[in-house]
C-alpha cells in the first residue's frame, strides 16, 4: 500500500490544522493506521493510532484533548484533526499503517508498522 499525506502547514499557536492520509489498494480496512512525528534534531516519536474498526484509538499524553484520529474506509483515509496548536507541535508528520488481524489492535511502536508516508510539515508560530 502507498500512502500520500496532506494537509501540513503554518499554524499560529492555539489554532488547527488537519492532515489527510490516502491509501492506494484494495484492503485498507485491513490496516491499523497511525501518526507519528518528528521534530528538527529529533528521533521519530509516536502521536496517535487507530484500530482497524475505528473503534479503539490511543494518543501520547501531549495530544491527548488535542488531537482526535479518525479513519474513513470508504475513501482510505485518515485524518488527524490538530486544535489548540503549540509551537512543541513543529514537525514532520508521518501516517503509516500495519497489515493487522484483530480488528481492535492498536500498536504504538513504528518498527511494527509496514508502511510509511512521505510525511508533511507542520509549523507552530508561537
Known amino acids: 500500500v502507498q500512502l500520500q499525506a496532506s494537509g501540513g502547514g503554518l499554524a499560529q499557536a492555539g489554532g488547527s490544522l488537519r492532515l489527510s492520509c490516502v491509501a492506494s489498494?484494495?484492503?485498507?480496512?485491513?490496516?491499523?493506521l497511525g501518526w507519528f512525528r518528528q521534530a528538527p534534531g529529533k528521533e521519530r516519536d509516536f502521536v496517535t493510532a487507530?484500530?482497524?474498526?475505528?473503534?479503539?484509538?490511543y494518543y501520547t499524553d501531549s495530544v491527548k484533548g488535542r488531537f482526535t484520529i479518525s479513519r474513513d474506509n470508504d475513501k482510505k483515509t485518515v485524518y488527524l484533526q490538530m486544535n489548540n496548536l503549540k509551537p512543541e507541535d513543529t514537525a514532520v508528520y508521518y501516517c503509516t499503517a500495519k497489515n493487522v488481524i484483530l480488528t481492535a489492535a492498536v500498536t504504538t511502536s513504528g518498527d511494527d508498522y509496514d508502511y510509511w508516508g512521505q510525511g508533511t510539515l507542520v509549523t507552530v508560530s508561537s
Open positions: 489498494g484494495r484492503t485498507f480496512s485491513r490496516y491499523a
Open positions: 487507530i484500530s482497524r474498526s475505528g473503534g479503539s484509538t
